[in-house]
């Protein structure tokens, strides 16, 4: 995937790292690209040939905690359908025009396996639409894109799978409805889902922002998918195995700025957590 901006959309955008890491971890073998989900709800997607639809929503899976599907809003071209844009399908984030472009064209999101709006996302519709596009599975394998560590969207630079995972059962969960849901520390309740940060290049939910003014008024916090222990959907509940204490303690998040790499590894240090950049394979990318 690309990340262009207006001036020269063949360019990344390279945000900055913050200076060399305080702690001898190795750093990241790409370019730190975060994103608040809120902020691409903005965002309008475009196909080879034009604008199709504004993004509603983001559904990720509650096993790996990545971002599946884009909910497209259509308007009235495809009404009463969900329209689902899988990241396999996207080619460029462009920031400064809050467009991501797809290299799906109208007729084949049209002539796309159709779900309707008030119908959940079934394994068979899913099956059906990753067999219409040709894409691997993701609910194979034993990594966060299957047999793939990355998103393959190039099939001649693919390169060797790793296959013999077991399939699981995708339970897709949107973004929106999640929102709100409350932070159970191990002594007590430290907040509310506000919203979430997205790696806009392997399309990895990698935290949760947690708003903790109904305890700890005038703080954020991040939390990473790999510290929590269970969710209780029913509940509405989202149980961490962190404490109270160590959430007061932790850095804070401030909404103007995105994370750094050099805030990550203070935040990983808080905790004495192991940071998830330190067993990322490098992805492939993928040249227009």
Known sequence: MRFCTQAD????????????????NPPSKRNLMLI????????????????????????????????????????????????????????????????????????????????SSDKPVSQQFEADYY?????????????IWGNYPSIARDHAKRGKSTPGGKIWNPNLRSTRAVNGHHIQAEDGEIGHVEDFIIDEETWAIRYLIVDTRNWWPGKKVLVSPQWIK??????????????????????EFMEESLPTRDYEIGLHQHYNRHGYWMDEPAAPLLAL
């Open 131 to 143: 067999g219409y596009y040709g894409w691997p599975t993701y609910w194979e394998g034993p990594y």
């Open 36 to 115: 608040k989900a809120k902020t691409l709800q903005d965002y309008q997607l475009d196909s080879i040939d034009g604008k199709f639809a504004s993004i509603k929503e983001f559904l990720f899976d509650d096993r790996h905690w990545a971002i599946r599907y884009l909910v497209a809003d259509t308007g009235n071209w495809l009404a009463g359908r969900q329209v689902l844009i899988s990241p396999y399908a996207l080619l460029a984030v462009v920031n400064e025009l809050k467009t991501i472009s797809t290299k799906l064209s109208k007729k084949q999101i049209e002539n796309s396996p159709t779900l």
């Open 9 to 24: 959309p063949t360019r990344f955008i390279n945000r900055a790292l913050g200076g060399k890491p305080k702690q001898s």
């Open 230 to 251: 269970r969710v209780s959907w029913n509940e509405s509940k989202v149980f961490v195995n962190l404490t109270r204490e160590a959430v007061k303690q932790s850095p």
